[in-house]
């Protein structure tokens, strides 16, 4: 009872870090630096799904961590690093709404999410229940983050944000899913950064620039 007690307020922890994490990633400009937080909550995750693992004792959450670790903590932050070396996009350009109103409407989505994840975390019976609220206030910001900035590879940050969001939700509810719907996830993750970053290198060749409102002249022409 003590040891669940234990994990359950360190898990409590890594949630409020990931919760942090994801107000930080709003207040970010700079493109290299959103990807190491993106890292971070990778991180953060893989830490989580551990000790879920290790105190409902089910087996296939080991496997769910090491596949973060090798996904979320350095494969996809490693090719999205050489993607904006080889764009060289380091800098975000200008969100479309500025940050302080930005971090407004980031607040009261999360007073949003704990008052929406109430009612489930009382009928949720895992150790991490109390935790629901913080994922969907995660998957919230990200896709606050997704349609508040211009660059295509911003917001293509902010959905795998949203997906990290998505994962510590299935594991606060159910412990996860099955393993089966993880890996398919995943390589369709996988699979889906390395199109985006062919389109990338499309959208620079043809605008010389990742801002999508230079798409808005196709729809005009």
């Not at 400009?29 to 995750?45: D, E, F, K, P, V």
């Not at 693992?53 to 090719?79: C, R």
């Not at 993750?189 to 970053?197: D, E, T, Y």
Request: with cysteine; aromatic share 10%.
């Amino acid at each position: 009872m003590v040891k669940s007690h234990l994990i359950a307020q360190l898990l409590n922890l890594l949630a409020a870090g990931l919760l942090l994490l994801s107000f930080s990633m709003l207040s970010r400009r700079r493109t290299q630096r959103l990807i190491n937080l993106y890292a971070w909550q990778g991180s953060i995750l893989f830490l989580s799904t551990c000790l879920v693992a290790y105190d409902a004792g089910l087996q296939e959450l080991w496997y769910s961590a090491a596949l973060t670790l090798l996904l979320k903590v350095i494969l996809l932050p490693v090719i999205l690093h050489r993607l904006i070396q080889r764009l060289g996009a380091q800098w975000d350009t200008e969100p479309v709404v500025n940050i302080p109103l930005t971090m407004l409407a980031g607040l009261a989505l999360v007073i949003f999410a704990f008052g929406l994840a109430e009612p489930v975390s009382h009928l949720a019976t895992t150790i991490t229940r109390n935790t629901l609220g913080i994922a969907l206030a995660v998957i919230l910001l990200s896709f606050l983050m997704m349609i508040t900035r211009r660059k295509a590879l911003t917001q293509v940050i902010g959905f795998l944000a949203m997906e990290n969001g998505l994962f510590f939700a299935a594991t606060s509810a159910t412990y996860g899913m099955p393993m089966v719907i993880e890996l398919g996830i995943a390589l369709d993750v996988l699979v889906g950064v390395f199109i985006l970053g062919i389109f990338f290198f499309q959208i620079r060749e043809q605008f010389d620039s990742l801002d999508l409102h230079h798409l808005e002249s196709l729809k005009d022409e």
